[in-house]
């Protein structure tokens, strides 16, 4: 049982040269470039509009895009409309990285966090719902058997081969039944995004801004809460920390994301990291300017070392995760050691953003950790 | 034995000693009784704890809790492993099936509470008797089907969670049996039977114990043996002279749990000097300062319970909207914790905190109607505040 979720981070790295994905990392400023005075509504102003907002229309034009390519695929299943499908998914998937730090909002009240990214997928449930032809996706029972991870498993894993595959949505006895399934995951997707991105533009976004007290309601509190639970359970423990065995008494290598893809589980990882870090360092998502954010809150209260010293730590960590082999199942049946290398970088900034961040802040952690029964 | 002690107290003068730069050495409460570092006491060179019974039933506990959400058990087997009898195969364990001891005789069975009220005794047993039925009987056919208000079936947590199994309001049975037990057994039997001057004095105990006389066949005297006991329904799966906690599933995982919670910090520790200090006690003959333990252990262990059920009423409220599963699932342990309210112990007193008939009726508004899938925030909070107020805590300090 998750209780809450939150935060990210971002960081300024050493840089752009890492970056896969052009979007993602900015050099900082000059020294002395923070010219605007620091204020807990420009940094929430500065989140909502060049950060929040595009980032979730970037992920609701991807999954439009996502929907186009599954209609042309159930229309015609082939390779060609297989692979374009394919491609989308993938779109839309590294989009979705950007996003799952924002569990506030519209995106908190229908757990948007747990209709999109929960793995690993039931792939029990998964074929149960196919083979019934009914089912109620909006059920929590469902959170295992929709969403991207649903996807991997329908794109990647009903079949040996892409022919085995194909099959399934095309000459299989249940192939309506699979297209049909196909077409609610992927329209629900797209349905429950733009919920969320309607809600910010028509009413959100300004509650949002103007909400600055310190308290544990405040969209300030709960968004830095938001930061830094998502750094820590969306990012360290989901994409590396679980699979990798942290908190089991063995790896469990069928736990990365993507894992029927096989080969991106790395590259969504670094995404996430660099939607942290960016955010850390209150990057837009639209231009790559910097603008106000958690690194400016820090600076604002004489705490420039430690804002440096996060984003070392974040620099770190994408050192050590760029190490590792595209698909993270792969690299812990050859040598965990890595991963759990990765997952030691990352915990190393767990506490400077959980203990050392929040004190200068003055805000207290607002989730903790499931009981366990 | 008393040298053993004596030398231990030497010891403990010593480090505490050392440890002080206050010449002011605080008195101890009794100057006649100091408790060991651990608890460990032994008579001419051998070891006179032994609570093998405890351990036996906690680990008979153990499996029949497993055994209640394997949906192919029959009614039967359930029941063979809550009164087991001797020699029968109810256990996977060849040990527990050898064993005379049974958990359903001694639920509800204490000394103070029950040996006059077997009317009440028998319908808390029955009350676990249909728990256990009906897990079978209406829980188990609907296993692979979704539960709605009114049916039986399962509902799994929200972001691919647990799945829990639950009747027809919500309740998951194994979860009542489980922390129900708690109460029925280990509290009942440690707060109102074996710390209890009823049993510890009982018969010849005292003079065979001033005297030294030992069991027929043993190392310890009767009194020894039973505070032992007492001990063993916490500590009985754990390390005595070093508890771990957290390893079993009844009163020593809730210790811990509460123990874990900044504003009970110490709690654990206050129980575990108590049960100590008590044992210390009797074998120094000082039976104030044994039964000034025993209303320690009491209040504390009273405590746990009552802190527990306000616990996970106050985390269900987090949930009843977004994720019925985990609300139900606190809202059934919860359900267990209130049920074991009636074993706890007032110190001083032979009451408890809220008495049967009291926790009839949180139980009758928690299962109005459609049950957990009816009850609203207000009366979670109503509860809650009425189990708090007979406590030292707050139910914000308890909730979270």
């Known amino acids: 049982m998750i209780k809450k979720i939150f935060p990210v981070v971002f960081l300024v790295l050493s840089i752009i040269a890492c970056s896969s994905d052009d979007n993602t990392i900015t050099t900082p400023p000059n020294e002395g470039g923070n010219d605007v005075v620091f204020s807990r509504a420009s940094m929430l102003r500065n989140f909502a509009d060049n950060i929040i907002i595009p980032s979730y229309q970037e992920l609701s034009d991807n999954l439009d895009a996502l929907e186009i390519a599954k209609d042309g695929f159930i229309a015609a299943p082939s390779q060609p409309t297989l692979d374009n499908f394919r491609a989308a998914w993938l779109t ?19 757990q948007l966090n747990f209709q999109m990214n929960i793995y690993p997928v039931n792939t029990a449930d998964v074929e149960a719902n196919v083979s019934a032809g009914f089912y109620d996706l909006s059920s929590p029972n469902n959170h295992d058997a929709i969403g991207f991870p649903a996807l991997d498993y329908l794109l990647y894993g009903v079949g040996a081969t892409d022919i085995e595959i194909i099959e399934k949505y095309d000459t299989d006895p249940q192939a309506e039944n699979y297209k049909d399934y196909l077409s609610a995951v992927t329209n629900r997707m797209k349905f429950i995004t733009q919920l969320v991105l ?46 990798a065995g942290n908190f089991s008494s063995t790896p469990l290598p069928d736990r990365v994301e993507a894992f029927y893809n096989q080969e991106i589980s790395k590259e969504l990882a670094l995404d996430a990291l660099n939607a942290v870090q960016n955010m850390f360092n209150g990057i837009s998502t639209v231009d790559n300017a910097e603008g106000q954010g958690f690194k400016t809150y820090l600076q ?57 961040m929040l004190q200068a802040f003055n805000i207290a952690v607002d989730y903790v950790d499931a009981d366990g029964d | 034995m008393k040298k053993i002690v004596i030398g231990l107290l030497a010891i403990s003068n010593i480090i505490f000693v ?10 101890p409460v009794d100057p006649a009784v100091v408790a060991p570092a651990t608890y460990a006491f032994s008579r001419d060179g051998i070891s ?142 440690i707060l109102n039977n074996y710390v209890s001057t009823s049993v510890l004095d009982a018969g010849t105990n005292r003079a065979d114990n001033d ?66 200090l008590g044992r210390a006690a009797i074998v ?117």
């Open chain 1, 92 to 110: 839309a998937y590294k989009s979705w990285q950007r996003v799952e730090i924002f569990d506030i909002g519209k995106a908190e009240e229908i």
């Open chain 1, 198 to 243: 309607s809600d910010w533009i028509v009413n959100y976004q300004n509650v949002f801004a103007a909400s600055t007290e310190n308290n544990a309601s405040s969209a300030a509190n709960k968004i830095v809460n938001d930061f830094i639970f998502y750094y820590e359970k969306g990012l360290r423990a989901n994409k590396i920390g679980i699979p």
């Open chain 1, 300 to 356: 604002s209260l004489d705490r420039e070392d430690l804002a440096d010293l996060i984003n070392e730590k974040f620099n770190a960590a994408r050192e050590k995760m760029q190490l590792l082999d595209a698909n993270f199942t792969t690299q812990i049946n050859t040598d965990n050691t890595k991963m759990t290398e990765a997952y030691d970088a990352l915990q190393a900034a767990v506490v400077l953003l959980k203990v050392d």
């Open chain 2, 18 to 27: 050392s440890c002080s730069s206050d010449d002011d050495v605080t008195t």
């Open chain 2, 48 to 189: 006179t704890v032994d609570y093998n019974g405890q351990t036996t039933r906690i680990e008979m506990g153990d499996e029949l809790i497993s055994a209640l959400t394997d949906n192919t058990k029959t009614e039967a087997q359930l029941d063979g492993m809550f009164a087991h009898i001797e020699g029968e195969n109810n256990f996977s364990d060849a040990d527990l099936n050898a064993s005379n001891k049974s958990i359903r005789s001694k639920t509800a069975a204490s000394s103070d509470y029950f040996s006059a009220n077997t009317t009440d005794a028998n319908a808390i047993k029955a009350d676990f008797d249909t728990w256990i039925a009906n897990q079978v009987t209406e829980v188990f056919p609907n296993w692979n089907i979704i539960a709605t208000a009114g049916n039986a079936g399962n509902l799994q947590e929200a972001g691919g969670g647990a799945t829990r199994y639950i009747n027809g309001k919500g309740l998951e049975y194994n979860q009542a049996v489980n922390k129900g037990l708690i109460g029925a057994l280990m509290v009942d039997q």
């Open chain 2, 211 to 276: 005297a030294g006389i030992v069991a027929e066949g043993k190392s310890y005297t009767n009194m020894e043996h039973k505070w032992d006991e007492a001990f063993g329904y916490l500590y009985g799966t754990d390390n005595a002279e070093n508890p771990i906690l957290n390893e079993d599933s009844f009163l020593n995982k809730y210790v811990s749990r509460v123990e874990n919670d900044a504003d009970f910090t110490g709690i654990a520790s206050e129980i575990y000097e108590a049960f100590k």
């Open chain 2, 284 to 400: 120094a003959k000082n039976y104030t300062v044994r039964d000034a333990q025993a209303n320690i252990i009491r209040e504390k262990i009273s405590e746990i319970i009552a802190i527990r059920a306000v616990y996970y009423l106050q985390q269900a409220k987090n949930f009843l909207d977004s994720d019925k599963a985990a609300a139900f699932h606190d809202l059934s342990e919860g359900f267990g914790f209130i049920y074991s309210l009636q074993f706890t112990r007032k110190p001083g007193t032979n009451e408890p905190y809220f008495t049967k008939s009291e926790v009839d009726g949180f139980i009758a508004e928690l299962m109005i109607g459609n049950g957990f899938w009816d009850v609203t925030p207000a009366t979670l909070d109503e509860i809650s505040n009425t189990i708090s107020a007979e406590f030292n805590f707050t139910t914000a300090q308890a909730g979270s």
